[in-house]
Structures are given as C-alpha cells and as structure tokens.
C-alpha cells in the first residue's frame, strides 16, 4: 500500500475517495492530507441537485484555503426527488453515525486508476471534534428535520452530550424552510417545453409536495424545532442554525428564520450559485466557517 508523503509546500490539500453508507446513501470524500485533521463536513444538496455540482468549486477551493487544512469534506448524493424527507433525514442519521468521530479506514483508501494499487490518503486512525453539517435548498430541510428527530430521542434518553448531530454547527444556504415559489423555476420549465419533462417528475415527488408553502410538514418541522429549542434553553446546539439567503432567489422564500435561529445573512448571488464560491465570491467559504459575509 503507498502512503502519500507530507506535502508540506500545499496549503491545505485534500484527495478524492468515495464512500457508500450502510443506509444507501453515497458520498464523494475530499479528505486532507494533514494528520491532525479534526472537523467533518457534511455537504447536503438540494431537489434534483447533484453532490458536486451543486457545491461546485468549493472542493478545488478548500485546497487554496489554509482554514481547511483539518477538514475533511463529505459530499452526500441522495434520490432528492423520490423520497419523503423524513426517509433521507433518517439515512443521513445513520450514515453521520458510521463516519463520527472516527470515521473508517476504508474511506482513506482509494485504488489507482489502470494499477492495482491501493493508495491509502491517511495513514493514522482519523478522530473527529467537530462536525458541520453544509445544506443547500431541500438538504436544508433534511438537515433540520435529522437534527430534530435525533434531538428529540436524546434529550428523552439523556443522550445529548454523546450525540454527535446535537452537537453539530448548522450552515443553510438558501434553505427550502418556508417553502417553494412556484413563480420560481418550476413556473419557468411550466412555460417551456421542458416541462413536458420536469412535470411528471415534480407531481409525482413526495419531496417536492412536501416543499410547498405553507405545507403541514414545514410548519411542523418550524413549530417542534421551536418548541423544542425553548423547552430545552441551551442544551442542543443543533436546534440552531445559520442562515444565508441568495439575495436574488426566485425559488425559495427568504428572508425568515426559525425563533432559536441567529440573525440570517444575506448574500449576492441566485438561488442556485449563493453556495458556489469562486476566486472572486468567498462568501460561501466564509459562511460555511462562520465568519463575516456580506
């Protein structure tokens, strides 16, 4: 097995590998080569997203940013539009369970292409002390409704400091919350021949009737997040989260935030590209550290 040698001269550089949970969910790794890593994070796409592209750059990015150096970043890919919400909060559960806080070994390997080497990124057993948990759109909402289930089991069964989701940072971009536009870009594909496509795939999506305004699940998820977070002032740091809203978004409604939240941010950008940094766009990179944007 061939180790990778200390890049000492890269600021933070990370390699690619994938990992299949035991719960179906599939996820592309950018894991760093420092061995003091000490943070996960957790990227979750949104309806008909795509595990990369909807994050494109921020894994070439994370290279060029010292800030990354001890994070490894997990890229999720899931049936957006085929399943209930509560079906991929629960995967995702499960598969935050296998990777934290010690993630296994076989995520840092990966086979070399036409060699039958094996190229093990890490040499030494990764133990994580942090976890983020990245949403974009609908992966804002399964985010949510993850953190309140678990929260909900472990204050019951006085859990909550072993509980790695209850301890999580929340970062939600343009998070589906309050709900969907249909001004937005289902009303553009209504208009156009490509709905004759996208039509059948949006009426018949349990996710996407779920994402509705006004919708009894998104009210619920709102008001037991609420009510939870006030019954239990401090205890569960997950019940928080922060916010970022793309400052021109025609699909999601913005500009609101649940009552245990902070103050949201508000960023340049649409609904598709607020979480998309660039050489010249850092405010996503900036938002997922939890430092100024704006």
């Not at 061995?35 to 990369?52: I, K, R, S, Y």
């Not at 085929?82 to 629960?90: C, H, K, M």
């Not at 499960?94 to 990966?110: A, G």
């Not at 949006?202 to 006030?230: C, D, H, I, N, V």
């Amino acid at each position: 097995m061939v180790v990778f040698p200390p890049l000492a001269h890269i600021v933070a550089k990370h390699e690619g590998s994938s990992y299949s949970s035991s719960s179906g969910l599939s996820c592309r790794v950018y894991a760093s080569l420092n061995p003091l890593v000490d943070t996960a994070a957790v990227f979750v796409h949104g309806f008909n997203g795509d595990q990369e592209r909807t994050w494109r750059n921020f894994q070439t990015m994370i290279d060029e940013d010292a800030r990354f150096t001890s994070w490894d970043a997990y890229f999720v890919g899931y049936p957006s539009t085929r399943e209930q919400i509560a079906a991929t909060a629960y995967k995702l559960t499960k598969l935050i369970r296998e990777i934290f806080p010690q993630p296994p070994s076989k995520i840092f390997e990966r086979r070399v292409d036409h060699a039958s080497v094996e190229v093990q990124i890490r040499k030494d057993a990764t133990q994580y002390r942090h976890l983020v948990l990245i949403g974009h759109s609908q992966g804002g909402v399964v985010i949510r409704k993850a953190i309140l289930e678990e929260a909900r089991d472990a204050l019951s069964d006085g859990t909550v400091q072993d509980s790695p989701l209850c301890r999580a940072n929340l970062a939600l971009f343009a998070p589906a919350l309050f709900g969907m536009f249909l001004s937005g870009w289902k009303g553009f594909m209504s208009a156009t021949s490509a709905w004759k496509l996208i039509g059948p795939v949006l009426t018949g999506s349990p996710s996407f009737k779920e994402l509705q305004r006004g919708s009894q699940f998104l009210a619920r998820l709102e008001s037991e997040t609420a009510a939870l977070a006030s019954g239990n002032p401090d205890k569960v740091a997950a019940l928080s989260a922060r916010i970022a809203w793309a400052a021109n978004d025609e699909v999601v409604q913005g500009g609101f935030r649940y009552s245990c939240d902070p103050a949201y941010k508000v960023i340049n950008g649409s609904h598709s590209n607020v979480c998309k940094p660039n050489t010249n766009f850092r405010e996503p990179l900036n938002f997922v550290l939890g430092e100024e944007v704006g």
